[in-house]
C-alpha cells in the first residue's frame, strides 16, 4: 500500500494536483463527491473524496476486501449515499458469486455490513437499485454458452443489507440494468434476445412496490449485437451500447414504460470500438460512452426533443487501456473511467455548455485492474 501511495502522490505532483491519505472527515455535499472503485487484482474496494473545485481526490480509509476469491465487476451507491453494494464473480477453486455490502461513512470512507451474501444466480455482471432504496437488482449471465440460465435476482434493502426476495428467468446473458427514476420499470439488456431473432434486445419489467417481484411487459430489438451497458437519462431517454456491431441504440420511454426508437437508431458516427459501459449526465444533455477497445470516450449531444444522438465536437477524448466502466460526480463536473489495463483511473472536466471533454485533466495510477467505478 506505501509503494502505490508513493507512485500516486509523485504523479499528481507532476499534474499540480495534491492527494493525502486521510480519514477527516469533509461534509459540503456541494464542493466534494465520494467516489469509489473495486480493483480486480487486490479483489478490493477503495474510496476517495473528490474536491469539485479542482479534481484532487483524497483518499479516506482504507483498501477494504470485497471477499475472498472474488473478482468484483460492478459496484453502486444507494441513492441517499449511505450504502454501497458490489457484485463479485467467484474465483475458482474457492471463490463463489456473491454480493459484498457495506455503509457509508461521513467521511466518504467503508465499513463492511458482513459476510458476503450469496448470488441468486449464476455468473452476476450488473446491479441496479430503485429510486426509493427499496430494492437491488442483480442481473446474472447464466452459465456461459448455455441458454436459459440467465436471471434478475431481487433484494430487498434494509440500510447496508440485503435479504434475497425473488428470481425470474430473462432472456440469455443478462449483462446491464437500469430503472427508471420516475416509475416502476427495470430495464435489462440482454446479449442474445428469444428465439427466433436471436438478436440483442432490451428487456422491460415492472415490479411489485411492496416485494420488488418482477413481470416482464415486453423485449425490444436494439438492432445491434452484444448489448453491454445501459442508461438513461434526466428526461428519459434510454441508450444500449452494442459492443459487438460498435453502435449505441437510443429508446423513448412512454408514460407506460414501453420503448420506441429514437430517430436514426442505431447510432455508429463516431462511436468507437467495443461501446461497453455508458452515462448520462446528471445536469445536462450529453451522453458520455467507454470504448473498450479502442480506449477513449466518445460523446454525444441529446437532442432534448427527440433523443436523438450527434456527435460532439471533438468526439473522443484518449483514456487509458481498456476503459471498463465510467462515471461522473452527480454536479456533471468530472467524468472518470476504469482503465482495467494500464491499471489506473482517467478523469477528464466537462465544459458544461459545450459537453467538451479533456484534454484528459489526470491519469491516477490504481491498484491492479480497476474494473467497476460509483460516484455520490
Known sequence: MKFRWLMGVLLLMSLGFWIACSTTSITSSTTIADLLFTSQGDMSVLSYQVNLANGALTQVGSEITTG????????????????????????????SDSIATYSVNGDGSLTSSGPN?????????????????????????????????????????????????????????ATALAVSSTSNFLYVANSIG??????????????????????????Y?????????????????????????????????ASDGTLSP????PYSLSTGAGPQALVADPAEDFLYVADYSSNQVSGFL?????GELSALNPNAVSTGIGPSDIAMDPTGVYLFTTNIGSPSLS????????????PIQMDFLTPGQPSAIALH
Open 262 to 265: 429514437t430517430p436514426k437508431s
Open 221 to 253: 430489438i436494439t438492432g445491434g449485437t452484444t448489448p453491454a451497458g445501459v442508461a438513461i437519462n434526466k428526461k428519459g431517454y434510454l441508450y444500449v451500447t452494442n459492443f459487438g456491431s460498435n453502435n449505441i441504440s437510443g429508446f423513448m420511454i
Open 302 to 306: 441529446i437532442s432534448a426533443a427527440s
Open 347 to 358: 478523469v477528464f472536466h466537462l465544459d458544461y455548455s459545450t459537453g467538451r471533454l479533456g
Open 194 to 219: 428469444a428465439l427466433p431473432l436471436l438478436q440483442g434486445e432490451v428487456t422491460q419489467y415492472s415490479f411489485d412496490s411492496t416485494t420488488g417481484a418482477l413481470t416482464k411487459v415486453n423485449s
Open 117 to 173: 451474501v450469496a448470488a441468486g444466480g449464476p455468473s452476476p455482471a450488473a446491479l441496479a437499485i430503485d429510486a426509493s432504496s427499496k430494492f437491488l437488482f442483480v442481473a446474472n449471465e447464466g452459465i456461459g454458452g448455455i441458454s436459459g440460465t440467465s436471471s434478475i435476482s431481487v433484494y430487498t434493502i434494509s440500510g447496508s443489507t440485503i435479504t434475497f426476495s425473488s428470481n425470474t428467468p430473462t432472456d440469455d446473458f
Open 68 to 95: 475472498s476469491n472474488t473478482m468484483p465487476v460492478a459496484i453502486k451507491f444507494t441513492p441517499d449515499g449511505k450504502s454501497a453494494f458490489v457484485v463479485n464473480k467467484g474465483v475458482p477453486p474457492g471463490g
